[in-house]
């Protein structure tokens, strides 16, 4: 109400007043008291609207609410440094506990929520998260997990965000009824500077994932990165479409209170809803994938709503051909081309509009206050500009800290302050980057090294190819060769025999694939990456040659 906004605000004023005070940089090195700050600088602006839901929160809404939940966490015996997993969907809940975490020094497990209960109890186990905080939607997993079937887990507290669903069980508490007891003064401020802010873990397509943790310096620096890179203004409107227990909406996501910008939450991906919303609420920025916006350019939707808001769109996991760079130019959208990795906690490299057209493939520069460099298999650095492909390995204040628990996997990936990716790029005379491949992913054929990003690249060209992925599979006369998998465009038709004389038109001899299947979809994981892995279990070969 009117009353608990006009004491939040107070409440973010008074704390102001003691940051002036002690100038301390205890308190303004954390991510949480962002939000009280931008609560008491613009109280009354919409932060964040829920689309499916129609609630809206300002920003002195939203840190009143946070503080009530970081009141109800401490009350619980949560004490800094501890770990607390959400497995929520995108919602305010997401969010003002990610910010409520934060504040009181805790650590947030983000958990994907795709997962099934076997890989959320390693994900438990692995953190000892001691609070779980769930959706309603998820209570047959998690009455798995608290039941004990997959074995004893640390968990002592779980919050049910009810969402209007039946009674919350037993032993559960009801989310929204804590809420509304806890206090909504600003708490104690728990961690700052390198203190652990969340615990990501990664796909784990092969072996069980790894929790790649991150400092609040960590994302305040990855904040700074991506603002002084894009174009994000006060007065933009994001799209937060993407699952926010990835990185890459979990970025924009801090980025839209440090910036002051609102966020538009869609608790779930659908193509009607998608366009109904960038119209009725007029979004200027969004992050799709490159599969994903090919498909936007075709849905019936499209012709159906104003889309004419639509500044830019960020997009990454793969390049984006010329063709549907230009089809989205026709619309007045520019596309912005990113890479980062969960480990960089989301920058890494940037290809403005500017440079799309003249360097397509690409993934442009090095972003602000992110380094590069380039090392060929001695570890020796590979000049900018030359034509040998080597690994990518990225430095700055935003990487990650470590992986948690594994001490093995970080000396492996974080070697004296550089990050080692594990893609293999090359470098040209203007800087920009084109990643060639994943190390693992490399296909030797014949004694060649064959990248299958460069033929995936060429094949997404083709008029009649939507998408396509490329792995490798045995063959006795060349040890190994390339499988084309191709999903067909709308309307086309392709073979293999056109298949193959696109790929020997733009490429040369020794890559052109012998092999091209045409597949109904391609299996990407909730960021919209290629799972390879998945692929070469369905396509073991071997090949009839």
């Known amino acids: 109400g009117a009353s608990s906004a006009a004491g939040a605000v107070s409440l973010a004023s008074d704390m102001l007043a003691v940051f002036a005070q002690r100038g301390d940089q205890y308190m303004l090195t954390n991510v949480g008291h962002l939000l009280t700050k931008r609560a008491a600088i613009t109280p009354h602006r919409e932060a964040f609207v829920e689309w499916e839901r129609n609630r809206r929160f300002t920003f002195s809404e939203l840190n009143t609410r946070s503080n009530q939940i970081a009141s109800v966490l401490l009350s619980q015996g949560i004490k800094p440094g501890d770990r607390v997993a959400t497995l929520l969907k995108n919602g305010i809940e997401f969010v003002e506990s990610y910010f409520a975490i934060a504040k009181i020094g805790a650590v947030m497990v983000p958990v994907n929520w795709r997962l099934v209960s076997v890989e959320i109890s390693y994900i438990l186990k692995d953190s000892a998260a001691s609070t779980l905080l769930f959706d309603a939607e998820f209570d047959n997993t998690v009455d798995e997990l608290q039941s004990g079937k997959r074995g004893e887990l640390p968990c002592q507290h779980w919050l049910r965000c009810s969402r209007g669903e039946a009674e919350t069980p037993d032993w559960a508490q009801d989310y929204d009824e804590l809420t509304a007891t806890g206090d909504i003064s600003e708490p104690t401020t728990g961690a700052s500077g390198d203190d652990n802010l969340f615990i990501m873990y990664t796909s784990g397509t092969t072996g069980h994932p790894k929790g790649a943790v991150h400092s ?198 974080l070697i004296d302050g550089w990050l080692h990716t594990g893609d293999i790029c090359t470098w040209d005379v203007e800087g920009f980057i084109t990643i060639c491949d994943r190390k693992k992913d490399m296909v030797i054929s014949g004694g060649e090294n064959i990248y299958p990003a460069e033929l995936e690249n060429v094949l997404a060209a083709c008029p009649d190819v939507q998408e396509a992925a490329v792995i490798g599979i045995p063959s006795v006369k060349w040890g190994e060769t390339p499988l084309a998998l191709v999903v067909a465009a709308t309307g086309a038709s392709p073979t293999n025999e056109t298949l193959k004389q696109w790929c020997k038109d733009h490429l040369a001899g020794y890559k052109v694939p012998q092999l091209y299947k045409i597949v109904d979809h391609l299996p990407r994981n909730p960021s919209g990456k290629l799972l390879k892995p998945k692929l070469r279990e369905q396509y073991p070969g071997p090949a009839p040659f």
């Open 216 to 413: 609040h310096d960590g994302m305040l620096w990855s904040q700074l990165t991506s603002m002084s890179t894009s174009d994000m203004r006060g007065d933009d409107r994001f799209l937060l479409a993407l699952p926010m227990f990835h990185v890459g909406c979990l970025n924009p996501t801090s980025l839209l209170v440090h910036r002051g910008a609102t966020g538009v939450i869609m608790r779930d991906l659908d193509m009607p809803g998608m366009f109904n919303c960038i119209d009725a609420e007029k979004i200027s920025i969004f992050m799709a994938v490159p599969a994903l916006l090919q498909f936007m350019l075709h849905a019936p939707e499209r012709e159906q709503c104003d889309i004419s808001s639509v500044r830019w769109i960020a997009t990454g996991a793969a390049p984006v051909p010329v063709s549907l760079l230009d089809a989205w130019a026709k619309l007045g959208v520019s596309i912005h081309q990113a890479y980062g990795l969960t480990e960089s906690c989301g920058p890494g490299t940037l290809l403005l509009p500017e440079d799309a057209a003249s360097k397509v493939g690409s993934c442009g520069r090095p972003q602000m206050h992110t380094e590069l460099k380039i090392i060929d298999a001695r570890g020796k650095t590979i000049p900018m500009g030359s034509e040998e492909p080597g690994e990518l390995l990225l430095a700055g204040r935003h990487m990650m800290k470590e992986y948690w628990n594994n001490p093995k996997a970080t000396a492996e990936a």
